[in-house]
């Protein structure tokens, strides 16, 4: 069974961002890959990018922990994704990275998170 592992989250403003969720939530930020900033509540993370003016700022994508990328794939298919698994970049967090059907992106990954 896959676990939720973190949301992104895409903000003209990351200190304010940052300090808004460890100020009123208590969450304290843990090392990460990449251009964002992460936080933890010691289970699940949240992801504050920089926004840098390319998309609309708010939910950017979810990202779960799975058992196995390769098995996933046909699940997926099956069940109308938008995409194909696409392999992500070194420099992210999550390994993988497919869109359910409605274009919303889904990041995939088989190690765990910082905390």
């Known amino acids: ?13 990351v200190e304010r961002l940052v300090k808004f969720y460890t100020d009123s939530f208590g969450l304290k930020v843990v090392e990460g890959m990449g ?25 950017n994508h979810i990202g779960f922990e799975v058992e196995s990328v390769d098995a996933l794939g046909p ?8 995409t194909g698994i696409k392999k992500r970049p070194r420099d992210r967090e999550a390994e993988f990275r497919v869109h359910d059907p409605d274009g919303n992106g889904i990041d995939l990954s088989q190690h765990g998170w910082p905390h």
């Open 35 to 59: 251009n964002a900033t992460y936080l933890t509540d010691g289970y699940l993370n949240l992801a504050i990018i920089p926004n840098r003016g390319r998309q609309n700022g708010g939910i």
């Open 75 to 82: 699940l997926c298919e099956e069940a109308g994704a938008s």
């Open 1 to 13: 069974m896959a676990r939720i592992r973190h949301v992104a989250i895409r903000t003209e403003n």
